[in-house]
């Protein structure tokens, strides 16, 4: 076996590209005159409430992958487990990797570019309960935090205070109201003592994410459907490393959700090879 392990494409921004919100499909956007833009935020993110699994597409550029695009799946209740495929657009002509979050470990598939440089084995596993969330994970992209709540991201904006209605668009063939306004991670961070606890943790785990980014503001953008759920949503800020800019689109929401974890001979195990390490 090679000394040292080279992560496929992608492990760096895991978390990150789990972000997302929810989704619905609807008819008309007509906006009640009683309903101001911050209480229409405020209402679709309510309803991220009452999500059990998402489906949705994303693309954008991250500080560190530059341009990526994925598609993913992701099932919150009863157990949390999630499949993505994406590529990194500005790595090698557009290297691809595939992710799963199955059982409480986090897989990493980088076919047979990944088989080169593991012997011959196409995917990494990463055992969260037997990892945690040390400096090892940090130092690979931060995996521990695979774990986050996609619904959480959709709904920063309430924290906004400059919150406004842009006018009304079609996204994916679904009529949408668009809204912006701007949050810094700081204001979002002092909204944390009035939610529950549940809503507070998911919200402190993102929040930490965009804290070690460098991130201190971000600029949101959020379309909502005839249903009072958000559809697509944008988030743009300045990292340590360089821009961050990701649109996510939703394709579908409470949908069954499987998701297995690969082959055994295909994989190769990180807590197994951090103990035979220092066996050694």
Known sequence: MKSSVRVPVGA???????????????????????????????KAAKNTEEIDSIRYRMTGRTPEEGRVKAEAQMR???TLAMSMKMTALDQGGGQSAEIRLVDKAMYIGGGAEAAKEMDGKSWMKFDLSALGAGEELDQLGSASQADKNPATEST????A??????????????????????????ELEKTLAGEDKATREKRQKSLEQYEKLGVDKLNMDLWIDGDDRTKQFRMRGQADKGPLDMTFTFLGFNEPVK???????DTMDLAEMMKESQQG
């Open 12 to 42: 760096s921004v895991a978390a990150l590209l789990l972000a997302a919100g929810a989704v619905g499909c609807s008819g008309g956007t007509d906006e009640s005159p009683k309903m101001t833009p911050a209480a229409a935020v405020a």
């Open 76 to 78: 919150i209740k009863p």
């Open 156 to 159: 920063f904006l309430t924290g």
């Open 161 to 186: 205070k400059d919150v406004e209605k842009v006018g009304t668009e079609t996204v994916d063939g679904v009529e949408t109201t668009h809204y912006k306004g701007t949050v810094t991670v700081a």
């Open 259 to 265: 998701v297995a974890a690969p082959p055994a001979k």
